[in-house]
């Protein structure tokens, strides 16, 4: 199983749940790489049997280009949002997304949902995994536990 894990981080914390989610994958006999997003093709190679989208969650939902902008002192860029409507995904591609947000995610949304929601409303033959991970604050750090959490859910992924 080879899969491809595309991240958009700001403050590191989505980026350590991508490679720690990387990790579990290969520890479960897969293979993964993570790709920032910023460097992401938008054709997914044929060998790529899962691809895992990670994002931050930002205002309930996925970054925009201002809330980029602010999360990063003005050095904003391209995100999961413009991404998601640019990348190729073929059909039998399994998909999983996940998102950081803050510890209470009833009011802080989910960047992963909305994700899900915009891919499979343009793509309707796939079906998402969805998981969340809890920060403490806007930059972080994460809440105890969440990357091996993260990394056994990279091992879930590689074995299912």
Not at 73 to 93: A, D, F, K, N, Y
Not at 127 to 137: H, L, N, Y
Request: no cysteine.
């Amino acid at each position: 199983m080879e899969a491809l894990v595309v991240v958009e981080s700001w403050f590191g914390n989505t980026l350590t749940i991508a490679e720690s989610v990387a990790e579990g994958i290969i520890d479960g006999g897969g293979r993964a790489r993570v790709v920032k997003v910023e460097d992401a093709e938008v054709q997914i190679p044929d060998d790529v049997d899962l691809l895992i989208i990670g994002a931050p969650t930002h205002i309930r939902g996925l970054s925009t280009s201002q809330t980029r902008q602010e999360a990063s002192s003005g050095r904003g860029g391209p995100g999961v949002r413009e991404w998601i409507e640019t990348v190729e995904l073929r059909e039998g591609l399994r998909l999983a997304l996940f998102d950081t947000a803050a510890s209470m995610r009833w009011l802080a949304g989910s960047a992963a949902k909305a994700a899900a929601r915009k891919l499979t409303r343009r793509e309707p033959h796939l079906s998402a995994e969805i998981k969340s991970f809890v920060i403490t604050g806007k930059e972080g750090p994460l809440k105890d536990g969440e990357t091996q959490a993260a990394h056994q859910w990279g091992q879930s992924l590689a074995s299912s």
